[in-house]
C-alpha cells in the first residue's frame, strides 16, 4: 500500500477502532469537568476526530491542512484550560496505534504527525477578530449576541433600504459575523447552544432578502449542496443566491446531502454545474465520495464540480488531487469560477 488515497481511506476507516487502542495506551488522564467540553468519552470523540483530519491531509497531500487542524485543535483546547501536552500526548498514543494495528499506514502518516509535533512547540496562534468595531456588521453581531432576533432582521432591511447592495450585506455582515461566531466558539466565548441561534437568525435574514435579488430564468441550471455529514449550510446557500442573482437556475439542497440523493437531483435537474462545500476538514472524504460518485455515473460526467470551504486557502491545490474542476474562496469568486467553467 503506497498510494496516498489508499493510506487516508485505510486510516478513516479505522478511526473509531484506533482511537479506542490510542485510550488505552494513553498515559495521561483526559481533562474532565469545566476544563474540557463536558461531553462524556471526549477523549475518543477528540482522537477520532485528530485521526481523520489527519486522514483527510494524507488524501490531499498537504501537511498544511493538518497543521491548520492541529491550530485549531490547540486553540479550542487553550480555551477550556488544556495544554498544549494533552493534545501531543494525544497524537502520540494515536501514532503508537496506527504503528501496532495499521503499520503499512506509519511511513506516510509520520510526514505529518512530524509537522504537528513541530507546530506545537512553536507559540499559538492569534485569531483576529473578524468584525471591525463600528461597522454595520458589528451592529448585527451585537443584536445576535443579545437574543435580539426581531433587531437583527430589522438591522439588516434597514441598511438594504438606505442602499447597501446585496452582495455588500451577504459579505460583509452575514460571512464576516458567521466567521466571527466560529471565532468565539473556538474561545470558549460562546456556546453551542449560541452560535446554533445566531446561524438561525442569520438564515432567517437571508431568507427574508431573498425575494428582494433578481432571480435567474431560463439560465444555465446548477445545484448547490454541503459534503455528507457536513452541517454549516450558509456558504453553499450564499453561493446558490449569487449564481441566482447572475442569472443562473439554481437549486439549493442545504446541510449534509446523501450521495444517492444528490446525483438524483442532478439528474432531474439536468444541471451543468455542482458546488460542494465543506467546513471541517473531516469531512473531505465525503467530498470525495460525492464526487467519485459523479465521475463514476457516465450520464454525469459532463456536469462541473466546483468546491469550496475552510480547507481550501488560497493557492491550495487540494481541490484538484480531490478531482474538482475549480475552488472558490467566497460566494462572488464562486460566480467567476463558474462563469469560467461553464465556457472552458
Not at 251 to 258: E, M, Q, V
Request: proline share 4%.
Amino acid at each position: 500500500m503506497h498510494l496516498a488515497s489508499d493510506v487516508a481511506r485505510l486510516i478513516a476507516s479505522r478511526a473509531s477502532r484506533l482511537a479506542w487502542t490510542a485510550k488505552n495506551l494513553s498515559q495521561a488522564p483526559a481533562p474532565g469537568g469545566a476544563t474540557r467540553r463536558g461531553e462524556p468519552g471526549s477523549y475518543l470523540e477528540d482522537a477520532t476526530l485528530h485521526l481523520r483530519s489527519l486522514s483527510d491531509a494524507i488524501l490531499g497531500q498537504s501537511e498544511q491542512l493538518f497543521v491548520d487542524y492541529v491550530d485549531w485543535a490547540r486553540t479550542v483546547n487553550a480555551a477550556r484550560n488544556v495544554s498544549d501536552s494533552y493534545l501531543e500526548e494525544q497524537l502520540m498514543a494515536l501514532r503508537s496505534a496506527l504503528r501496532d494495528e495499521l503499520p503499512e499506514t506509519i511511513a506516510s502518516a509520520d510526514t505529518f504527525l512530524h509537522a504537528a509535533f513541530a507546530r506545537l512547540a512553536t507559540a499559538p496562534i492569534e485569531l483576529t477578530c473578524a468584525v471591525a468595531p463600528g461597522t454595520l456588521a458589528a451592529r448585527y453581531l451585537e443584536r445576535l449576541l443579545a437574543y435580539d432576533r426581531d433587531g437583527a432582521v430589522a438591522l439588516v432591511g434597514a441598511a438594504l433600504e438606505e442602499g447597501t447592495s446585496l452582495p455588500e450585506l451577504y459579505l460583509e455582515v452575514i460571512q464576516r459575523v458567521q466567521h466571527e461566531i466560529g471565532r468565539l466558539w473556538q474561545l470558549n466565548r460562546i456556546t453551542v447552544a449560541q452560535e446554533h441561534y445566531c446561524t438561525a437568525v442569520s438564515q432567517l435574514v437571508l431568507a427574508q432578502l431573498y425575494p428582494r435579488m433578481m432571480h435567474g430564468t431560463g439560465g444555465p441550471r446548477m445545484v448547490s449542496t454541503c459534503a455528507s455529514e457536513e452541517l454549516h449550510e450558509l456558504g453553499p446557500r450564499m453561493i446558490a443566491d449569487f449564481l441566482e442573482m447572475d442569472g443562473w437556475d439554481t437549486t439549493y439542497l442545504g446541510a449534509s446531502a446523501p450521495a444517492d440523493g444528490v446525483l438524483h437531483v442532478l439528474r432531474e435537474r439536468r444541471a451543468s454545474l455542482l458546488a460542494i462545500s465543506v467546513t471541517m476538514s473531516s469531512h473531505l472524504h465525503d467530498m470525495l465520495f460525492l464526487i467519485e460518485r459523479v465521475r463514476a455515473a457516465p450520464d454525469l460526467r459532463h456536469i462541473k464540480i466546483l468546491v469550496g470551504g475552510r480547507p481550501f486557502p488560497a493557492g491550495s491545490t487540494l481541490w484538484r488531487r480531490l478531482g474538482a474542476d475549480g475552488c472558490a474562496h467566497d460566494a462572488q469568486d464562486a460566480v467567476r469560477q463558474a462563469r469560467a467553467l461553464l465556457d472552458s
